[in-house]
């Protein structure tokens, strides 16, 4: 009796499998989240926090000339913090691949040891990437890209005092970032791949809010990083 009773309940199950099967694919449930986007364009604006890691700051002694007399001091890796400002336009080739350029200027700078002011200077990027909708109001996406850029640099002469030795004493002397052991233009480089994510959150209507975290450079000569934390406010037509 229990062998006939479980191989009933086997076929009863069975029969219900198919059932159910053939039931969903009459009625399919409803697809996730789905993107539409083939042929539109977007603008937008972007502001952004700017990252610079393994900065080099060589100090020299310099005479009223700015000739450099001597290192003093070398500070390595050093990080700074500046900001700066975007224009995007964009396409979607199709309903989930897009390219887009950027132009971007620095607007915030920040100064290490009291004597190099930097900051980006101006960028230009082209990307490409692919996005996925997570939910219905929030889609993420990765691109990867080549930029071109530059830096903003203002090197100061401050004084300050050498640490002197038994047979050297003290001295007040002028010192300033130098110019031949570092790039004069920070970077060594004009030219560096990019990547970035980010999420795209539905506002109203054809109104985006984007964050993003990527890096923007990496100088090959210097070895300067530069990472970048963006919000950005999108429009689609």
């Known amino acids: 009796m229990i062998c006939r009773f479980n191989l009933k309940s086997v076929m009863l199950f069975s029969l219900l499998c198919v059932f159910s099967q053939l039931s969903n694919a009459r009625n399919p449930q409803p697809a996730g989240p789905t993107l539409s986007k083939e042929d539109k364009t977007y603008i937008g604006l972007g502001a952004h926090f700017n990252r610079f890691k393994s900065i080099e700051l060589v100090m020299v002694e310099i005479d009223s000339n700015r000739n450099e007399l001597g290192t003093l001091s070398k500070e390595f890796p050093l990080t700074a913090h500046t900001t700066s400002a975007s224009l995007v336009l964009g ?25 190099l002011e930097l900051n980006i200077g101006q960028w230009f990027n082209w990307y490409m990437g692919a996005a996925y909708p997570i939910t219905d109001y929030a889609t993420i ?18 004084e300050t005092r050498t640490e002197g030795s038994p047979t050297n004493p003290p001295r007040d002397v002028i010192a300033s970032p130098s110019r031949i052991q570092m790039e004069e233009e920070l970077f060594g480089e004009h030219f560096s791949t990019s990547w970035l994510v980010g999420v795209d959150f539905s506002i109203i209507g054809d109104w985006y809010w984007s964050f993003e975290y990527g ?23």
Request: no cysteine.
């Open 141 to 158: 996406y990765a691109q990867y890209g080549l930029s071109i850029y530059n830096a903003e640099v203002t090197r100061f002469a401050i």
């Open 91 to 115: 396409t979607y080739i199709t309903d989930h691949i897009k390219t887009e350029v950027r132009f971007g200027q620095g607007v915030g700078a920040d100064t290490l040891g009291g004597a």
């Open 215 to 237: 890096r923007l450079l990496n100088d090959a000569d210097t070895g300067i990083k530069v990472y970048q934390l963006n919000s950005l406010i999108k429009y689609e037509f």
